[in-house]
C-alpha cells in the first residue's frame, strides 16, 4: 500500500511560482496536515492534487500509479472541501446534499450524514436560513454521505475545513476523519493549528509550506 | 503649379482622396507610437525590476518557459 | 445522461425557486418590443414590415439578460469544482446549463412572441413562421450564450463584456429568424431560413458545449 | 519549428537581430509603394482618381482577415501546447487587427461615397468587416478583463476559435441576406483581370503593410515579454 506520493511538484499562479520541488508521501490510514503562512500555497496545492490545477512540473502518484494516466478515476477518488460552500440558498439541506450525492454516484439516503454533523433538525430547511457555521457542517456532512460504501471517495482534500466551526463541530469532523483514515483513507488537511490539529494528531503528520522564495519560475 | 493643383485636386475626389489617406497614415501612426512606447516602458520596467533584484536571478526568464 | 437529467432537473429547481430572473426577461421582451412604435411611429403598413426583426433583436437582448448568471453562482459558491471533478463531463455539464437556461428563458420568449406579433399587427399566415423560427432560433442563443458566460466568469465588468464578446455571434440567428418571419409576411417561402437555422442548431449543440467545457476548464484554474 | 523560438529569452534575441531589418525593409517599401501608388500610376477609366483609395484600402483588408487568422492559429497552440509564446502572439496582434480594420472601414467609406454614392452601404462585405471589427474589440477586451493575464490570455484565446468558426457562417448569412434585402446595386472591381498598372502598386502596398504588420508584431511581442519578466522579477524581489 503506497498512498499517495508527488515528486517534485510545483505550481504556478498567473506569473508567480507558488511551489516548487515539492515531494510528498502519505500513507493510506495517515492524514498529512498542512501549515504555512498565507500565500505558502496551500490551497493551491490543495488543489493541484485535486486535479483542479495543472502542476507546472512533476507528477503525482496513487497506489504507484500516475494518476495522468487515467484523470477520471482519479476525480472519482477525490473528496474536495474548498473555502466556499458550495450550497444552493433556496435548496434544502437534504436536496443540497442528495444533489451532490447523486451527481456523484454515491447513495442519496443522507440522514446518517446530517446526524453525524448535528443538524438533522434542519434537514428541510432551505439554506438561506443556515448561519455560517452551519452551512460549514451541511458542506462537511458531504464527507460523511460516501464515507461508508467502497465506491466513496478514498483522498481527501480539506482546505481550512474548520473555519467558522464551534469546538463540538471540531470534534465531530474529527471523528470523521478518523473514520476515514481507519478505511486506510488518505486525508490531506490544511490547517492554522487549533483543536483539530490535536484531535487527530495520534494519525497525521505535519508539513510546514515555505512561502516561496523564488518568484520567477524561469 | 497648374501640374500640382490639378494633381492634388484628384479628379475633383480630393475630399475623399486624401482624407482616406490622411486617416490610413494617422492610424499606422498612432499603431506605430503606442507600439514603440509599450517597448519603451517594458524596458523601463525590466532595467528598475532587474537593479531592483541584480543579486538574485538577474537573467530570470519569463515565467512558463520551464513548463 | 443521468447527470444531464440531474443537472437539467437541479437548474429547474433553483430557477422556479430562487429567481424572477426568467420572469423579468420576458417582461423586458415585451417592454423593448413595445417601445419601438413610440420611436418609429405605429403606422399600420409598416409595423408588420419591422416586427419579425425587432422581436428577434429584442429577443437576443432579453436572452443575454439571464446568460451571466448561468454560471457565475456555481463559481462564486465553489460548485463549479465540484461539477468538474464529479464524473459528469464539463461538455454535459454545458449542454445541460444551456438547455436549462432555453427551458427557462427560451420557451417563455416563444410563449411570449405572439403577443408581440399582435402588437405588430403582423398577418395570420406569419404566425407560423415566427414560432418556428422562435423554436429553432432560441436555443441557438442559449448555447452560444453559454460560450460567453463561460469565458467571463471572474471578468471585471462581466455584463457588458459578455454583450461585447456575444452579439456579433447571434449575427448569423438574427438574419435568419428576421428572415424566415419576414418572407412570411411579404409570402415568400420561409423553408430554407428554418432549415439554415435547423442547421445552426445542430452545428451548435455539437460544438458549443465543447467550446464551453474549454472555457470552463481555464475558469476552474 | 516552434521549438527553435520556443523559448522566450531566445525569441527575444533573434527578434532583436532581425527588428533593425524589418523595420529598415517596411519603410522602404512603403517609400516604393507609396511612390507607385500616388504618381507611377494612372487613374482608372471607371473609377478615375478614387482608384488610389483602393492601394490603402485592399491591403488593410488582407492584413486584418490574415491577422485574424494568425490569432485563431496562435490561440489553437496556445491552447493545446500551452505554449508560452503563442499567447503573446495572439495578443501582441489583436490591435494591429483594429488598427486595420478601423482602415479598412474609414476608407471603404471614403471610397463608397464618390464610388457609390453613399458613406456606408449594408453590402455584405462591409457588414462582414464591421463584425470582425467587433470580434477584435471582444477580444481585446477580454484579454484585459481578468487580473491573471494568463486567464485572459487562455479565454481570448478560446473567444478567437469560436469567432473563427463563426467567420464564415457570418459571412454566408451576411450574403444571403444581402441578396434577400438588397439588389445587387453596386458594381465592384472584380474585373476579370485587373490592369498591371494597378496591380503592381497594389502588391507594392500589401508587401509594405505585411511588413509594417510583422514589425509592429514583433515590437509589441518584445515589450510584452520584457513586462511579464519585470512582473517575475519585481515578485521574486519583494518576497
Redesign the interface.
Known amino acids: 500500500m503506497q498512498g499517495l506520493i508527488t515528486y517534485k511538484l510545483s505550481c504556478i499562479r498567473g506569473e508567480r511560482s507558488v511551489f516548487s520541488g515539492l515531494d510528498l508521501a502519505i500513507k493510506p490510514g495517515r492524514a498529512l496536515l498542512l501549515s504555512g503562512a498565507n500565500g505558502s500555497g496551500k490551497s493551491s496545492l490543495m488543489r493541484v492534487l485535486a486535479g483542479l490545477l495543472p502542476a507546472a512540473s512533476g507528477h503525482i502518484e496513487w497506489e504507484g500509479e500516475d494518476i495522468s494516466a487515467d484523470p477520471d478515476a482519479h476525480r472519482a477518488r477525490v473528496a474536495y472541501i474548498g473555502h466556499a460552500d458550495p450550497l444552493k440558498p433556496s435548496l434544502t439541506a437534504t436536496e443540497n446534499l442528495q444533489f451532490w450525492a447523486q451527481l456523484y454516484g454515491l447513495d442519496p439516503v443522507v440522514e446518517p450524514a446530517l446526524y453525524q454533523f448535528s443538524i438533522e433538525h434542519l434537514a428541510d430547511v432551505p439554506i438561506r436560513y443556515f448561519s455560517a457555521g452551519q452551512k460549514r457542517r451541511l458542506n462537511l456532512a458531504r464527507l460523511a454521505v460516501g464515507q461508508n460504501s467502497l465506491a466513496g471517495p478514498a483522498l481527501w482534500l480539506l482546505d481550512e475545513p474548520a473555519t467558522g466551526l464551534d469546538p463540538g463541530a471540531v470534534s465531530m469532523l474529527a471523528n470523521t476523519i478518523l473514520a476515514h483514515l481507519s478505511n486506510e483513507g488518505v486525508a490531506i488537511i490544511s490547517t492554522h493549528g487549533g483543536r483539530l490539529d490535536q484531535l487527530i494528531a495520534d494519525s497525521a503528520d505535519h508539513l510546514t509550506l515555505q512561502t516561496s522564495r523564488s518568484g520567477a519560475a524561469g | 503649379m497648374e501640374v500640382i493643383i490639378k494633381y492634388l485636386d484628384?479628379?475633383?475626389?480630393a475630399a475623399?482622396?486624401w482624407?482616406?489617406?490622411g486617416?490610413?497614415a494617422l492610424?499606422?501612426l498612432?499603431?506605430?507610437v503606442?507600439?514603440?512606447r509599450?517597448?519603451r516602458?517594458?524596458?523601463r520596467?525590466?532595467r528598475?525590476?532587474?537593479k531592483?533584484?541584480p543579486q538574485?536571478?538577474a537573467?530570470?526568464?519569463?515565467?512558463?518557459?520551464?513548463? | 445522461m443521468i447527470g444531464l437529467i440531474l443537472l437539467i432537473r437541479r437548474e429547474l429547481k433553483l430557477a422556479l425557486r430562487g429567481g424572477t430572473d426568467a420572469v423579468m426577461a420576458v417582461v423586458f421582451f415585451v417592454l423593448a418590443a413595445v417601445l419601438f412604435p413610440f420611436g418609429l411611429g405605429a403606422d399600420p403598413a409598416m409595423l408588420p414590415r419591422i416586427g419579425g426583426g425587432i422581436i428577434w433583436v429584442v429577443a437576443l437582448l432579453a436572452a443575454m439578460l439571464s446568460l451571466e448568471r448561468m454560471y457565475a453562482n456555481d463559481h462564486e459558491d465553489g460548485s463549479l469544482d465540484l461539477l468538474y471533478l464529479s464524473p459528469v463531463a464539463l461538455g454535459t455539464l454545458a449542454l445541460a446549463k444551456a438547455l436549462a437556461h432555453w427551458l427557462t428563458t427560451g420557451v417563455l420568449l416563444l410563449i411570449a412572441a405572439p403577443i408581440l406579433a399582435l402588437l405588430y399587427n403582423l398577418p395570420a399566415s406569419a404566425f407560423g413562421a415566427l414560432a418556428l423560427s422562435m423554436l429553432l432560433g432560441t436555443p441557438i442563443l442559449s448555447l452560444v450564450g453559454g460560450i460567453g458566460a463561460a469565458l467571463t466568469l471572474g471578468a471585471r465588468r462581466g455584463g457588458v463584456l459578455l454583450a461585447l464578446l456575444i452579439l456579433p455571434l447571434y449575427v448569423p440567428v438574427l438574419i435568419f429568424g428576421a428572415g424566415a418571419i419576414d418572407g412570411a409576411v411579404a409570402g415568400r417561402p420561409i423553408g430554407p431560413a428554418l432549415l439554415v437555422l435547423s442547421g445552426f442548431l445542430l452545428a451548435a449543440l455539437a460544438l458549443a458545449p465543447w467550446a464551453t467545457a474549454a472555457a470552463l476548464r481555464q475558469a476552474i484554474e | 519549428m516552434f521549438h527553435r523560438f520556443a523559448n522566450p529569452a531566445r525569441f527575444s534575441r533573434i527578434a532583436t537581430r532581425i527588428l533593425p531589418w524589418s523595420a529598415a525593409a517596411t519603410i522602404a517599401m512603403f517609400i516604393i509603394g507609396i511612390y507607385y501608388a500616388l504618381f507611377a500610376s494612372p487613374a482608372d477609366f471607371q473609377q478615375g482618381e478614387t482608384v488610389r483609395i483602393m492601394y490603402v484600402h485592399v491591403p488593410s483588408a488582407w492584413i486584418s482577415m490574415a491577422c485574424y487568422t494568425f490569432i485563431a492559429v496562435m490561440s489553437a497552440i496556445a491552447l493545446i501546447w500551452k505554449h508560452p509564446l503563442a499567447d503573446i502572439a495572439a495578443r501582441s496582434a489583436a490591435p494591429l487587427g483594429v488598427g486595420f480594420t478601423l482602415i479598412v472601414l474609414i476608407t471603404g467609406s471614403l471610397w463608397g461615397k464618390p464610388t457609390w454614392g453613399t458613406w456606408w452601404v449594408w453590402d455584405a462585405r462591409l457588414t462582414s468587416v464591421l463584425v470582425l471589427f467587433f470580434l477584435y474589440l471582444g477580444h481585446i477586451a477580454l484579454t484585459n478583463a481578468f487580473d491573471n493575464p494568463q486567464r485572459g490570455a487562455r479565454a481570448a484565446a478560446v473567444l478567437a476559435l469560436v469567432g473563427f468558426v463563426n467567420i464564415p457562417i457570418i459571412k454566408f448569412s451576411v450574403d444571403w441576406w444581402n441578396t434577400l434585402h438588397q439588389p445587387a446595386s453596386v458594381t465592384r472591381l472584380d474585373a476579370p483581370a485587373i490592369d498591371p498598372a494597378i496591380l503592381t502598386p497594389l502588391l507594392l502596398m500589401a508587401l509594405a503593410f505585411t511588413l509594417y504588420f510583422f514589425t509592429m508584431l514583433l515590437i509589441r511581442m518584445r515589450a510584452d515579454l520584457n513586462g511579464a519578466r519585470a512582473r517575475a522579477l519585481r515578485l521574486s524581489a519583494a518576497e
Do not use: K, N, Y
Not at chain 2, 10 to 13: E, I, L, N, S, T
Not at chain 2, 59 to 67: E, I, S, Y
Open positions: 484628384m479628379g475633383g475626389h475623399f482622396v482624407p482616406a489617406l486617416i490610413t492610424v499606422v498612432v499603431m506605430t503606442t507600439s514603440l509599450s517597448l516602458t517594458s524596458e520596467a525590466l528598475a525590476a532587474e531592483q533584484a538574485r536571478r537573467r530570470a526568464q519569463a515565467p512558463g518557459t520551464d513548463a
